[in-house]
Nanobody, 115 residues
Framework: QVQFVESGGGLVQPGGSLRLSCAAS????????MGWYRQAPGKQRERVAV???????NYADSVRGRFTISRDNAKNTVYLQMNSLKPEDTAVYYCNHSPADTGYWGQGTQVTVSS
């Protein structure tokens, strides 16, 4: 059974930073590209960052230069370092394979950017 457990969200002021973690189980983690996705109220879920099994990364234009995705294959964990956060980054953040396996969404972690 594939499972993704996200953590590290919270309330932060604009300009602040957070580091999200996602622990994966039940999957051959090291062979998959992994993505971080987010869903804001009233909006569709979008992918914001992806890291290939090789370590190559790519980002949505809205977060490029502010967010950094990384992975630790020994720990089956993917991370998202988020800097210079903006109110429009407020959303529930999820991790999943990339492309996403729709049956494997976790509970996500809430990120709220507000003064």
């Amino acid at each position: 059974q594939v499972q993704f457990v996200e953590s590290g969200g919270g309330l932060v002021q604009p300009g602040g930073s957070l580091r999200l973690s996602c622990a994966a189980s039940g999957t051959m983690f090291r062979i998959y590209a992994m993505g971080w996705y987010r869903q804001a109220p009233g909006k569709q879920r979008e992918r914001v960052a992806v890291i290939a099994s090789s370590g190559t990364t790519n980002y949505a234009d809205s977060v490029r230069g502010r967010f950094t995705i990384s992975r630790d294959n020994a720990k089956n964990t993917v991370y998202l370092q988020m800097n210079s956060l903006k109110p429009e980054d407020t959303a529930v953040y999820y991790c999943n394979h990339s492309p996403a396996d729709t049956g494997y969404w976790g509970q996500g972690t809430q990120v709220t950017v507000s003064s």
